[in-house]
């Protein structure tokens, strides 16, 4: 199980997350690309600390909503939805490549990524976008009891799949995310966490009706979590690094 987290999200003076403390601790980093965070120096920043801890390093696109963080799902045409998530992706990949590295996977943030996960049609447009820009790039949706139907959906894409599950997120009894407004959706006690982290490797997930099953290849955890980092370590014990 491989450990994905947010980052990059800092914006010129303005700091958001702990990218140092937490970069050695994750396997793949989710870079804002100017969309919802980040700007070109903190962009760098991310790739070449990604790069020194051997992270592999994606982009993560979102609605362009500084003010909301992304997480307020925008009324945007799909096709200019496409073309803006395009540029953020482009953004990222002419910097890596000066900075002589490069792009493994791209995750979508926010309100766009529930967007996707509720709507077939924009998460087929979201991976073709994908694909033309870069078909080698893995795609990161999250792991729901639809997994099985997306991988056939988005199979013309010939883009590689990883499906994720949430370290420090709640979820619904319909294999979703709880919405953050609920109290309890973001996990930050890190006994919570750890037995939560227990159960996905087992491959469920409890819900309010129950247990439900799950199966991911990596989880994430939020890079704007306050705990973010004593979380990692508690995650750690449990899943060794590249483990």
Same mark, same amino acid.
């Given at each position: 199980m491989?450990?994905?987290?947010d980052m990059g999200e @800092? &914006?010129g003076p303005w700091?958001?997350g702990?990218d140092?403390?937490?970069m050695?601790?994750?396997?793949?980093?989710?870079?804002a690309?100017?969309g919802h965070a980040?700007? %070109?120096?903190?962009?760098?920043?991310t790739?070449s600390?990604?790069?020194?801890h051997d992270?592999?390093?994606?982009?993560h696109?979102? &609605?362009?909503?500084?003010r909301? *963080?992304g997480?307020?799902?925008?009324d945007?045409?799909?096709?200019s939805l496409?073309r803006e998530?395009?540029?953020q992706?482009?953004?990222l990949?002419a910097?890596?490549?000066a900075?002589?590295?490069h792009?493994?996977?791209?995750?979508?943030?926010?309100?766009?990524?529930? !967007?996707?996960?509720?709507?077939?049609?924009?998460?087929?447009?979201l991976?073709?976008?994908?694909a !033309?820009?870069?078909?080698?790039?893995? *795609?990161?949706?999250? #792991?729901? %009891?639809?997994?099985?139907?997306?991988?056939?959906m988005?199979?013309h894409?010939?883009?590689p799949l #990883? *499906?994720?599950? *949430?370290?420090?997120? !709640?979820?619904? @009894?319909?294999?979703?995310?709880?919405?953050r407004s609920?109290?309890?959706?973001?996990l930050?006690?890190?006994? !919570?966490?750890?037995?939560?982290?227990?159960?996905?490797l087992?491959?469920?997930?409890e819900?309010?009706?129950?247990?439900?099953p799950?199966?991911a290849?990596?989880?994430?955890?939020h890079?704007?979590?306050?705990s973010?980092?004593?979380?990692?370590?508690?995650?750690?014990?449990?899943?060794p690094?590249g483990?």
């Amino acid at each position: 199980m491989l450990i994905n987290c947010d980052m990059g999200e @800092s &914006y010129g003076p303005w700091e958001k997350g702990a990218d140092d403390a937490v970069m050695p601790l994750i396997d793949w980093a989710n870079i804002a690309c100017g969309g919802h965070a980040g700007d %070109p120096d903190t962009m760098a920043r991310t790739l070449s600390l990604a790069a020194e801890h051997d992270v592999q390093a994606g982009a993560h696109p979102g &609605y362009p909503d500084r003010r909301n *963080f992304g997480r307020l799902r925008l009324d945007w045409p799909p096709d200019s939805l496409v073309r803006e998530i395009q540029a953020q992706i482009g953004a990222l990949q002419a910097i890596a490549a000066a900075l002589g590295t490069h792009l493994h996977h791209v995750k979508p943030h926010g309100a766009l990524y529930l !967007a996707m996960m509720n709507d077939d049609r924009l998460l087929t447009l979201l991976a073709e976008g994908v694909a !033309a820009v870069d078909p080698s790039l893995t *795609f990161v949706l999250q #792991a729901t %009891p639809d997994r099985e139907r997306h991988a056939a959906m988005l199979g013309h894409t010939r883009l590689p799949l #990883a *499906f994720e599950a *949430f370290a420090d997120r !709640a979820y619904a @009894s319909d294999g979703r995310l709880q919405p953050r407004s609920i109290p309890g959706a973001v996990l930050s006690d890190h006994d !919570a966490v750890a037995r939560h982290v227990a159960n996905l490797l087992g491959g469920f997930v409890e819900t309010p009706e129950g247990p439900l099953p799950v199966r991911a290849e990596t989880l994430c955890v939020h890079g704007d979590n306050p705990s973010a980092r004593e979380v990692l370590r508690r995650i750690r014990e449990l899943v060794p690094r590249g483990g």
